[in-house]
């Protein structure tokens, strides 16, 4: 037996059997034998596939594929197990605080080689961490480009600058993070599946794959969405709602300098037994001027009869040239991409076991309505790292103490409504063009009411005031819409919805006149005391999106 002590054990991706479960096979419906390939078989199978990678979006090839397709089936009855890559930026974070941080990765510590979008600014709270500087944020951004449309089909659009304006390359910023992570004393443990944890009172203990024991004070489950400690917690509880995204990366575009941060269809589609919405984004590729990443995604409830991955690659085929504007056989494709991102109202996360964190994706703190966590993760890095970093320091790791890091979010719970209403379904007393209409609506008034209130939303922000300002023009310009919304999310979810509305209030009058009053006594409590009440103090900040501060934005595109 070798036991290894690290004040921080972050896990990335590993097989996990603390509670072993059989789960039934289940057929294929796809009978890619008994028939010909698809158009997705096709064009997958003539695209080389080199080095693919854990996470999101990190493999390309149709076997992997068919892989997810068999996952998200299993989504409709059972929860799946999966992995991520982000906790390399946590790890360095700590590190950089002077604890001794260890990861344990399955496959490889590496980014994939599809971009991720982001905007400087939130890239610019990596810097404020201290764990990326401005010169590395310059290494690690392939494409800058402006404007950014959002579009609605037959309705019309809107243009913005610097959201999600620059494309960054996952490869070079996880080798950054990882040389920094190393520099700083962390330890890479690639190639290690964990077959168990045992938490004791004062220590976890982790069992390798090869037989060897990892002893931490604290776990960072930092797998993702598919994180199968996650799983447990959850009780193998279905998710409340899914996106499903898939995409490519081509080469033959003509007009590349803009982006879509979101283009809206005109209608519902069906696919198989569902009803679904498409929505779109688009986006300049940084490893050439004519290469193109397009990405179609929809919002479904998992239930029996769900389109699967390659019936949506199957519409995006035939519906992204249109979008586009160019010929498919015109087209190079480089990479097909695809994703399964499910989500919880049950969230953030809140610790179940002594010494077991979950961090990111795996914590449910991104927003239902985006996919992928890396902007909420920038976002919640440096309230994270404190968090961490005192309750490590001063051994609070029971649960109760671990739950305060990942509190009830009263913006992140009311981002459900628009979930809701964005998610298709057979309504014969819903217009199919209504999420059409109701997102142009609500886009034209933020417009008018100026960046204050739209920039926050577009990053995935919810504030009060903001809200308020935009429910309150929508109601006056567009009257005849309030029935339509009540017939097509519910009562009972809009009276749930306006439970958290009113907490969203609540945690904004907290933040801006009790925190002022409280937080200059804090270090005047006990260690316990203080950290509590720290933790309150910022979760309603962040609770009420007071931590995004607009003007930011533009101070920061003017610097560079």
């Known amino acids: 037996m070798e036991l290894n002590k690290y004040g921080v054990s972050i896990f990335q991706r590993y097989s996990f059997a603390a509670r072993p479960q059989l789960l039934p096979r289940r057929k294929l419906c796809l009978q890619a034998q008994a028939s010909s390939p698809s158009r997705t078989q096709r064009i997958m199978e003539s695209i080389p596939v080199n080095g693919e990678v854990g996470g999101a979006g990190g493999a390309y090839s149709y076997n992997a594929l068919k892989r997810m397709d068999n996952l998200w089936s299993s989504i409709c009855s ?88 620059l494309g960054v390359s996952p490869a070079r910023l996880i080798e950054i993070m990882r040389k920094r992570f190393t520099f700083l004393g962390g330890a890479i443990l690639e190639g290690c599946g964990v077959s168990n944890i045992f938490v004791y009172e004062d220590a976890a203990v982790l069992k390798l794959s090869d037989g060897k024991f990892l002893s931490s004070r604290l776990i960072i489950d930092a ?84 389109p699967k991955l390659e019936e949506l690659l199957e519409d995006y085929w035939e519906l992204m040239p249109k979008y586009q504007g160019v010929s498919l056989e015109d087209l190079e494709v480089l990479r097909v991409i695809y994703g399964i991102f499910p989500t919880y109202r049950n969230s953030p996360l809140r610790a179940a076991f002594d010494r077991v964190l979950q961090f990111g994706d795996a914590s449910g703190v991104q927003s239902p309505v985006s996919f992928g966590g890396f902007g909420s993760l920038t ?58 209409e109701l997102l142009f609506a609500n886009f034209q008034s933020m417009q008018k009411l100026g960046d204050p209130v739209l920039r926050p939303f577009l990053q995935d922000v919810i504030q009060f005031g903001p809200l308020v300002k935009t429910l309150g023009l929508v109601m006056l310009t567009r009257p005849l819409i309030i029935p339509s919304i009540f017939k097509k999310v519910g009562i009972l979810v809009l009276f749930d ?59 920061h595109d003017r610097r560079k």
């Open 223 to 306: 797998m993702g969405n598919f994180s199968p400690v996650v799983k447990q917690i959850r009780n193998g509880r279905q998710p409340d709602g899914v996106c499903l995204v898939v995409g490519s990366c081509c080469r033959g575009f003509k007009e590349n300098c803009t982006s879509d941060v979101i283009f809206s269809s005109a209608s519902v589609n069906t696919v198989g037994q569902s009803e679904v919405h498409y929505f779109w984004e688009a986006f300049p590729a940084g490893s050439g001027p004519l290469e193109r990443t397009t990405y179609m995604f929809t919002y479904l409830f998992p239930e029996p009869g769900c």
């Open 497 to 555: 919805w306006s439970g958290h509305f009113v907490m969203l209030g609540l945690y904004t009058f907290l933040s801006s006149f009790i925190d002022p009053l409280l937080r200059p006594f804090l270090d005047s409590f006990p260690a316990k005391t203080k950290y509590e009440w720290k933790q309150r103090l910022e979760a309603w900040k962040y609770g009420s999106g007071l931590d995004y501060k607009w003007s930011d934005s533009s101070e």
């Open 379 to 436: 976002r919640h890095l440096g309230r994270l790292t404190d968090g961490i970093y005192e309750a490590v320091s001063n051994d609070f790791l029971d649960a109760q103490s671990l739950s305060l890091l990942n509190p009830y979010m009263p913006n992140l719970s009311a981002s459900w409504l628009f979930q809701r209403a964005m998610s298709a379904k057979k309504q014969s007393n819903v217009s199919p063009d209504f999420i059409n």
């Open 78 to 165: 059972a929860s799946p197990v999966c992995g991520g890559t982000l906790g390399i930026f946590v790890a360095t974070a700590l590190s950089s605080r002077g604890l001794r941080v260890g990861i344990v990765e399955k496959a490889a510590l590496q980014g994939r080689e599809q971009e991720w979008n982001i905007s400087r600014k939130e890239l610019l709270e990596l810097v404020e961490v201290g764990i990326l500087t401005e010169d590395d944020i310059d290494r690690v951004t392939s494409a800058t480009f402006n404007p950014n449309r959002c579009g609605f089909e037959r309705k019309g659009e809107i243009w913005v600058n610097d959201i999600l304006n």
